[in-house]
């Protein structure tokens, strides 16, 4: 494989080389029942077993011959100037919604008195409680100081972190910097930006972006998956907008990463199919699992350059199996559906992610051990399943795919 660039993904399930994770921290810790439809959770985690499943996730990998580095790691090795180190800082206070001048002040002191820069990283990602704070003398209180609310951050804490799908996606020798569905998770895009910027691996390799943080419309990495060289597939649902997908596509073309078409999967816009790799994912060259609960309602869409710097868009009539097979050169591809088919078992599976699959090389593929009903119907078609533990993980409505951001494949 020829791969002079530090990212090189062209495929969903190329022999995954380097991998990019982040282990859960201290802000799983500053969940609270009353604020979690406001951090996008569903339940609160225990840190400890989180670890411990994630620690053994990232073990599967590396003894799959993967290499996994950390985002906390590549942001902290990214801050390599007091400059860089102290426009990350400001740039994160800017984002951060603080309500107060000096509280702002307060807290900037903290993190600039932060010597490590991974020690930094990881206080920027777990929130802030007003409890960590100096008490701000009366006299000294602006007028929204005075009469800020009970609630307990002066900037809220990043749980959703450790699906590393999100922030961004890597395709061919690209980059998606995304912007964000919610605000809480739209800062996580802060540490890819220094990473890509500033990180000794990255900074000088030029490396493509083909969206930015900087746009006013949404778009996340579950719904961007690369089906081949030549074709990408993204979600239009709850957390990507239909507008960003042209965005995105113009700039791929424009570009020149070699992409031809893009599939545009548009399904039901609610949070339990939140984005297309809930529902849909690529694990061998002739095989897909899939939700059979977005079946009837799925509309496919084909948008391929128009050769004016515009787009052609064409809705796909055929079935998804054969759109999918036309389009990766096959005669004919395996659509393997959550749960066998049942419909109690496909509704229980899907919402603890078993259609959310890490393919780490054709027909091998990472999956959470506790969708059985899932991992024996994949075995039945002849998939390799590392399994996992993920009763805490799960918590947070993510399996293995969602917790992974691939930055190397083999080409297929």
Same mark, same amino acid.
């Given at each position: 494989?020829?791969?002079q660039?530090?990212?090189h993904?062209f495929?969903e399930?190329?022999?995954?080389k380097?991998?990019?994770l982040?282990?859960?921290?201290a802000?799983?810790?500053?969940?609270?029942?009353?604020?979690?439809e406001?951090l &996008?959770?569903?339940?609160?985690?225990?840190?400890?077993?989180a670890?411990?499943?994630?620690?053994?996730?990232?073990?599967a990998?590396r003894?799959?011959?993967?290499?996994?580095?950390?985002?906390e790691d590549?942001t902290?090795?990214a801050?390599?100037?007091?400059?860089?180190?102290?426009?990350?800082i400001?740039?994160?206070?800017?984002?951060a919604n603080i309500?107060?001048?000096q509280?702002k002040?307060?807290?900037r002191?903290?993190?600039?008195?932060?010597k490590?820069? /991974?020690? &930094?990283?990881?206080?920027?990602?777990?929130g802030?409680? /007003?409890?960590?704070?100096?008490?701000?003398?009366?006299?000294?209180?602006?007028?929204?100081?005075?009469?800020?609310?009970d609630y307990?951050f002066?900037i809220?804490p990043?749980?959703?972190?450790?699906f590393?799908?999100d922030p961004?996606?890597?395709m061919?020798?690209?980059v998606?910097?995304?912007?964000?569905?919610s605000?809480?998770?739209n800062?996580?895009t802060l540490?890819?930006?220094y990473?890509?910027?500033?990180?000794?691996?990255?900074?000088?390799?030029?490396?493509?972006?083909?969206?930015d943080?900087?746009?006013?419309t949404?778009i996340?990495?579950?719904d961007?998956l690369?089906?081949?060289?030549?074709?990408?597939?993204?979600?239009?649902?709850q957390r990507t907008?239909a507008?960003?997908?042209? /965005?995105?596509m113009k700039?791929?073309f424009?570009?020149?990463?070699?992409?031809?078409k893009?599939?545009?999967?548009?399904f039901?816009?609610?949070? /339990?199919?939140m984005?297309l790799?809930t529902?849909?994912?690529?694990?061998d060259?002739d095989?897909?699992?899939i939700h059979?609960?977005?079946e009837?309602? &799925?509309?496919?869409f084909s948008?391929?350059?128009?050769?004016?710097?515009?787009?052609?868009i064409?809705?796909e009539k055929?079935?998804?199996a054969d759109?999918?097979a036309?389009?990766?050169?096959?005669?004919?591809?395996?659509?393997?559906?959550?749960g066998?088919?049942?419909v109690?078992?496909?509704a229980?599976?899907?919402?603890n992610?078993?259609?959310n699959?890490?393919?780490i090389?054709?027909g091998?593929?990472?999956?959470?051990?506790?969708?059985t009903?899932?991992?024996?119907?994949l075995e039945?078609?002849?998939i390799r399943?590392?399994k996992i533990?993920?009763?805490e993980?799960?918590?947070g409505r993510?399996?293995?795919?969602?917790?992974?951001m691939?930055?190397?494949r083999?080409?297929?």
């Open positions: 494989m020829s791969n660039q530090p990212i993904v495929s399930i190329g022999k995954l380097k991998v990019m982040h282990r859960p921290g802000e799983l810790e500053n969940l609270m029942p009353d604020f979690l406001r &996008l959770f569903d339940d609160i985690p225990f840190l400890e077993d670890q411990k499943e994630h620690d053994a996730f990232a073990e990998l003894a799959e011959g993967v290499e996994v580095v950390y985002l590549l902290a090795e801050l390599t100037t007091d400059e860089i180190r102290s426009a990350f400001e740039e994160y206070l800017e984002e309500r107060g001048a509280t002040v307060a807290i002191e903290m993190l600039m008195n932060i490590d820069n /991974k020690e &930094l990283v990881l206080k920027t990602m777990a802030v409680q /007003k409890a960590e704070l100096p008490e701000i003398p009366e006299e000294s209180k602006g007028l929204t100081d005075l009469v800020e609310s307990p002066a809220d990043m749980p959703n972190l450790y590393t799908r961004f996606a890597t061919a020798n690209g998606s910097l995304n912007h964000m569905y605000e809480t998770r800062r996580e540490y890819g930006k990473v890509f910027k500033f990180h000794p691996e990255y900074k000088d390799a030029d490396v493509p972006m083909v969206y943080r900087s746009e006013d949404r996340e990495g579950g961007e690369v089906l081949s060289k030549d074709v990408l597939a993204v979600g239009i649902s907008d507008a960003s997908i042209e /965005k995105l700039n791929v424009e570009k020149g990463l070699g992409f031809k893009v599939l545009a999967f548009e039901a816009n609610n949070r /339990k199919f984005h790799d529902v849909f994912t690529m694990i060259y095989k897909f699992t059979p609960e977005i009837g309602e &799925l509309r496919v948008v391929t350059p128009d050769g004016k710097g515009g787009l052609n064409v809705e055929a079935a998804l759109v999918l036309e389009n990766l050169g096959l005669e004919k591809v395996e659509l393997i559906r959550c066998a088919g049942n109690v078992a496909a229980r599976e899907q919402w992610d078993g259609s699959t890490l393919t090389a054709p091998v593929a990472v999956v959470y051990d506790r969708n009903v899932t991992n024996k119907k039945e078609y002849g399943l590392i533990r993920g009763s993980l799960v918590r993510g399996g293995p795919r969602c917790m992974s691939p930055l190397v083999e080409d297929i």
